[in-house]
């Protein structure tokens, strides 16, 4: 297999089936490793930088810890805390980042601005979720689908309910075509993926031998299910005003025990989180006092369930930025010892 050393992480369409099988076995390694306690400080001396301009609790908590535990020194900036974009701009940022980092990490908006950072940066860029792409939390989740169904995907079908046009979903089927699972994308049309991904993924799909699905159907999306998969049907930096119509719109898609009804007896459920599945939370809150809804996207009664993986899926973000930074700051093999 080729070296990912000195790679950028921007988008899955960038990497073969074999790399992205090379990054989860590296996850699952390291995920013993530290279940087991066994230190890992394999980059020691290394620094990296986190930029994030939109909100995050696992992304920033995985890209911290796993930095940590590799042995390299880390910094966290927000949007008030450097120049970055405001007073500098991407590419002179990049430039300047690099002098220092060994890697640099970027959340935020278009996918064009992490595209200029990588462009601009000598050292490895990854995208820590853009408007178009979550490219690290596909790792995690096939490391949870390998968890529950064994190393080879091929052949499982996960079906995305909801906003399937969001990042999640779009990375979900590139990622499912690239593996060799089915994958459907189930929503209302105006919420259904773009024409160009879908063609590209069915291209894929065809040399992994899987198939692209897109369906408004429950019945027809949900029928025959390994994974039932949602996200928030409002997405960072959409405006607080297109709730009333994705409720409406979103509402007939919902993950619930009707869903899992149609899919396989041991289907499982994935999100990556946060959910809305009860009213714990502010916006949780506002929507039942506007809309009078008490759960969202997943019943609570699916999120707490069996079959909800959702927090192991959360715990292998960390294990699987962990491989992703590893992979492309050292070609070194693991130590055997480890
Ligand atoms: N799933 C995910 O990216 O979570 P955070 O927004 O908390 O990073």
Redesign the pocket.
């Known amino acids: 297999m080729a070296s990912l050393q000195g790679r950028d992480f921007l988008k899955l369409l960038d990497f073969s089936a074999q790399d992205i099988n090379h990054m989860l076995d590296l996850a699952a390694a390291f995920k013993a490793m530290k279940h087991r306690g066994v230190p890992h400080r394999l980059l020691e001396g290394r620094n990296i930088v986190l930029l994030f301009e939109k909100?995050?609790?696992?992304?920033?908590c995985s890209f911290e810890v796993a930095g940590y535990d590799l042995g390299m020194g880390v910094t966290f900036l927000d949007p008030a805390s450097s120049q970055v974009s405001k007073k500098e701009s991407i590419a002179d940022s990049a430039r300047v980042l690099s002098r220092f980092y060994d890697g640099i990490e970027y959340r935020g908006f278009g996918q064009a601005i992490v595209e200029e950072l990588a462009e601009y940066a000598d050292c490895p860029v990854w995208n820590g979720?853009t408007d178009e792409w979550?490219p690290t939390?596909m790792i995690a989740d096939m490391l949870t689908l390998r968890e529950a169904f064994g190393d080879d995907l091929r052949g499982r079908k996960l079906v995305f309910m909801g906003d399937a046009r969001n990042n999640v979903a779009n990375s979900l089927m590139v990622v499912c075509a690239k593996l060799g699972l089915d994958y459907t994308a189930c929503g209302p049309q105006q919420n259904q993926p773009e024409e160009w991904l879908v063609e590209r993924c069915r291209e894929l799909a065809r040399e992994s031998g899987s198939a692209i699905c897109v369906t408004d159907s429950v019945e027809e999306g949900c029928a025959g299910a390994d994974v039932l998969y949602t996200d928030v049907w409002v997405s960072m930096g959409e405006p607080d005003e297109v709730w009333e119509q994705r409720i409406g719109a979103l509402s007939p898609y919902q993950v619930n025990d009707a869903a899992f009804a149609l899919a396989e007896p041991d289907a499982i459920f994935l999100h990556?989180?946060?959910a809305y599945h009860d009213v714990k939370t502010k916006v949780g809150q506002d929507i039942f006092e506007r809309f009078g809804l008490t759960q969202m996207e997943v019943t609570d009664a699916v999120f707490e369930s069996p079959r909800s993986r959702v927090f192991d899926e959360a715990e292998n973000r960390m294990h699987a930025i962990k491989a992703i930074m590893y992979a492309t700051l050292s070609d070194a093999p693991l130590p055997s010892q480890v």
């Open positions: 909100t995050s609790t696992r992304t920033r979720l979550h939390q990556c989180l946060p």
